[in-house]
């Protein structure tokens, strides 16, 4: 029925891979961006220019703040830093493990197959801030080994609260690239007597990584965005410090949206960037078909 | 209702000290029903808000004036590359600060509380998502079908009405569905700002109770269900709108 353009198909398409990925195609331009800074700027100057006489301007408060609020005080690493850290390292943890439990989606032993399911499932619709929570109050704040006793730092518990939810979309992104090969793949190694391993290894896999890429940094933005969340549960991460340095200085109605703002700009400049960078690997590895 | 669970989850505390405490004590069942009641709200709410704002702004961005382009294009890109739970307090503490409150009494009461800044900032971060949604829906009708309206003498609203509207709803009816899910589960970040929904509500009968491990559960049954429900009607939904002899 030609009556819908093919665009139609278009849009059903994407959003068959957006459910299955569970993320969503960016499209954006550069120049948003710098329209967007531009106007943080404005909004700071006209704040600075309207402090009365005798108190410390927004600009100036948010410069002597900047620091504490980006990587905390001297030699701490904390801050926006530490979202960069646990974002890093949930990713990394998730990755490892949803990449696992992936491959077991695509097992040939149904109990492994249906099992692994469970856990994406689990993982993949259960709120991140239930999980954050869970992880954050029931894990032990040590570990004894019996011989050496390791703490836990909330920072740490908030890495693997994060790392599920990764590692559950990340298993999806897994199972439907290796689903999403035609298996006129699979067969012509079979004929080729590869045995399953190396089939997957070999031939499955590697075409599947040009696949996997462009929802997985999409998932690692994902990710950056939602590190805030620990300051919940009093991570020393940016919104908690952010909040402590507006408490330091009063908590004066005037400083407070240039402060939210700044916060607001330094998680758009991170991630940005990195969105702009997924859309054009996407087009670069684009399948031709 | 609670009466016919109560001696079961009772003799489960019990004998096995999962102390399921919302289940058997009237107080604790009433606060629980009361934040169920409010996370639904925030959803229902929330998700109407994001479907004006995907409507207007999927209209808006074919306005002829650039600025109105322009200010559409910014407000998608800061709302998608900016974390939702710094969004709303953003919105909550800066923008709540600048809106008049009315004096109740002897203290000042916000006309919008942190129940609506939950709802208009949710629903301005999931209709970043909805504006392009609709709008590569409405693309996705075809101009011959537009003037075929025209030949019939339908007018510009009423063709929109009666026959683009309808084709670019069943296209992007499954784009749609997966954001309302997203919303679903970001409804949670309200607690952010002290809105008694679930979440919120859970911790306090577990601050309460000291029964951290058993809300848990309760939580994690919830939103799991929750989600499953609405993923269920929507997909039949979704077969139902299809549009035969297409896709």
């Given at each position: 029925m030609p009556v819908l353009l093919p665009m139609a198909e278009q849009v059903r398409q994407a959003a068959l891979i957006e459910r299955r990925e569970g993320t969503y195609r960016l499209n954006m331009q550069p120049r948003h961006a710098i329209w967007v800074?531009?106007?943080?700027?404005?909004?700071?100057?006209?704040?600075?220019?309207?402090?009365?006489?005798?108190?410390?301007?927004?600009?100036?408060?948010?410069?002597?703040?900047?620091?504490?609020?980006l990587w905390g005080p001297e030699g701490a690493l904390t801050g926006f830093a530490l979202n960069l850290i646990i974002s890093l390292l949930a990713m990394l943890i998730g990755t490892v493990a949803g990449a696992a439990l992936g491959l077991m989606q695509v097992s040939l032993l149904l109990p492994v197959r249906q099992g692994s399911w469970l856990v994406t499932q689990f993982f993949r619709n259960s709120p991140w801030l239930v999980l954050l929570f869970t992880i954050m109050l029931l894990f032990p704040f040590e570990i004894d080994l019996g011989f050496v006793v390791i703490p836990v730092p909330d920072w740490m518990k908030a890495v693997v609260g994060f790392s599920l939810p990764v590692m559950a979309n990340i298993s999806e992104v897994v199972r439907g690239a290796v689903q999403s090969l035609p298996s006129g793949q699979?067969?012509?190694?079979?004929?080729?007597?590869?045995?399953?391993?190396?089939?997957?290894?070999?031939?499955i896999l590697p075409q599947c990584i040009k696949r996997m890429i462009p929802p997985w940094?999409?998932?690692?933005?994902?990710?950056?965005?939602?590190?805030?969340?620990?300051?919940?549960?009093?991570?020393?991460?940016?919104?908690?410090?952010?909040?402590?340095?507006?408490?330091?200085?009063?908590?004066?109605?005037?400083?407070?949206?240039?402060?939210?703002?700044?916060?607001?700009?330094?998680?758009?400049?991170?991630?940005?960037?990195?969105?702009?960078?997924?859309?054009?690997?996407?087009?670069?590895?684009?399948v031709k078909t | 209702m609670l009466d016919a669970i109560a001696p079961f989850f009772e003799k489960l505390y019990d004998d096995t000290g999962w102390n399921f405490i919302v289940f058997y004590e009237q107080y604790e069942y009433d606060r629980l029903i009361e934040g169920i009641g409010v996370t639904i709200q925030l959803i229902i709410a929330s998700l109407v808000f994001s479907l004006v704002v995907g409507i207007v702004g999927a209209w808006a961005q074919g306005a002829k004036s650039a600025i109105v382009r322009y200010v559409i294009a910014g407000y998608i890109q800061v709302f998608r590359n900016t974390p939702p739970f710094v969004q709303i307090l953003f919105f909550y503490f800066v923008l709540g600060n600048l809106t008049p409150s009315y004096d109740a009494g002897g203290y000042q009461?916000?006309?919008?509380?942190?129940?609506?800044?939950?709802?208009i900032s949710l629903g301005f971060f999931a209709g970043a998502f909805n504006v392009e949604i609709f709008r590569s829906g409405i693309e996705a009708v075809p101009n011959t079908t537009r003037e075929a309206a025209d030949a019939l003498g339908y007018t510009r609203l009423k063709s929109y009405i009666h026959i683009v509207f309808p084709l670019a709803f069943r296209v992007c009816l499954?784009?749609?569905?997966?954001?309302?899910?997203?919303?679903?589960?970001?409804?949670?970040?309200?607690?952010?700002?002290?809105?008694?929904?679930?979440?919120?509500?859970?911790?306090?009968?577990?601050?309460?109770?000291?029964?951290?491990?058993?809300?848990?559960?309760?939580?994690?049954?919830?939103y799991i269900g929750l989600v499953s429900v609405l993923v269920y009607g929507m997909h039949k939904w979704e077969r139902q709108m299809k549009i035969p002899g297409y896709g």
């Open positions: 800074i531009g106007l943080f700027v404005i909004v700071c100057g006209t704040a600075q220019a309207a402090t009365p006489a005798g108190l410390i301007g927004p600009v100036d408060a948010l410069f002597k703040w900047m620091g504490f609020i699979w067969e012509s190694a079979e004929s080729l007597a590869f045995t399953r391993r190396q089939t997957l290894w070999m031939i940094i999409n998932w690692y933005c994902i990710l950056a965005m939602a590190t805030p969340l620990c300051s919940i549960m009093g991570v020393e991460e940016s919104v908690t410090y952010t909040a402590q340095a507006l408490n330091a200085e009063g908590d004066r109605p005037e400083l407070i949206p240039i402060f939210y703002s700044f916060l607001l700009v330094i998680h758009f400049v991170y991630t940005y960037p990195i969105a702009r960078w997924s859309i054009r690997i996407e087009k670069r590895f684009a | 009461v916000a006309w919008i509380g942190n129940f609506g800044w939950a709802v499954p784009a749609l569905n997966n954001n309302l899910v997203n919303l679903l589960k970001t409804t949670t970040l309200a607690y952010g700002i002290a809105v008694p929904e679930m979440m919120y509500t859970a911790n306090q009968i577990w601050s309460d109770n000291v029964n951290v491990s058993e809300m848990m559960i309760l939580l994690f049954f919830f």
